[in-house]
């Protein structure tokens, strides 16, 4: 297995189906402002928009790439405080600066004995053990079947709502942050926030 840590350059796709999928509304969204234009018009309107859309969508994964980061601890983090309290620290600091509405549920998935993985969700600020919910079940499968030296590194579906990060040790995963997006949130006032700081308002209604 490879090493490394955090966001590098070879794990770039970590965000990828968040993207992808957030890209997916914006496209969506320039049929919608350029709906009620004549042919000529929406084809002018289109090119200009797609350079807009690119920014936006660029703005996305920076934006989500810099949470992920707020929320990831280092693995010598992990030593010196233990897992939980390592967790615990990042995701209050996260808070504190005001991330805090951006992911509906954010979990730690950790190996146990027998090749399997044991997880812990945040409930008001405190790492504590949960069931694994449906979303995060087929991510389960693929890891486990990692720690089993018998599958690829999980992946994450393109169309995913959420986001999986492994905390990496001297040459294997050590353990998993997982992150599910509130869609209610990004839909309603994320993305729309980010949208008019590189799109011009009046050309739509949210």
């Keep these: 297995m490879k090493g490394g840590q955090g966001l590098g350059r070879d794990r770039e796709w ?10 997916a509304v914006l496209f969506v969204l320039q049929y919608r402002w350029t709906g009620e234009l004549s042919r000529a018009e929406e084809q002018r ?11 936006v969508a660029g703005a996305v994964a920076e934006e989500l790439r810099g949470q992920v980061r707020q929320l ?5 983090e992990l030593d010196a405080l233990g897992g939980r309290q390592a967790h615990e620290s990042r995701y209050q600091d996260w808070q504190e600066q005001g991330g805090g509405r951006l992911f509906s549920r954010i979990g730690v998935a ?20 949960a069931e694994w919910p449906p979303v995060w079940k087929e ?27 492994p905390v990496w040790g001297d040459d294997a995963e050590r ?13 309603a006032e994320w993305l729309p926030a980010l949208v008019k700081g590189h799109l011009n308002p009046d050309l739509f209604v949210w």
């Design 14 to 23: 970590l965000v990828t189906g968040a993207i992808l999928m957030l890209s």
């Design 45 to 55: 309107a289109r090119a200009a928009l797609a350079g807009d859309v690119e920014q």
């Design 72 to 76: 990831l601890p280092r693995a010598d």
């Design 110 to 129: 950790r190996p146990v004995k027998g090749g399997t993985l044991e997880l812990a969700v945040f409930q008001d600020g405190k790492l504590l053990p």
């Design 139 to 165: 991510f389960r499968k693929q890891a486990e079947a990692r720690l089993r030296e018998d599958g690829e590194p999980p992946f994450t579906p393109p169309d995913a709502s959420w986001i999986e990060v």
């Design 175 to 187: 353990e998993w942050l997982l992150m599910e997006l509130d869609m209610n949130y990004v839909r």
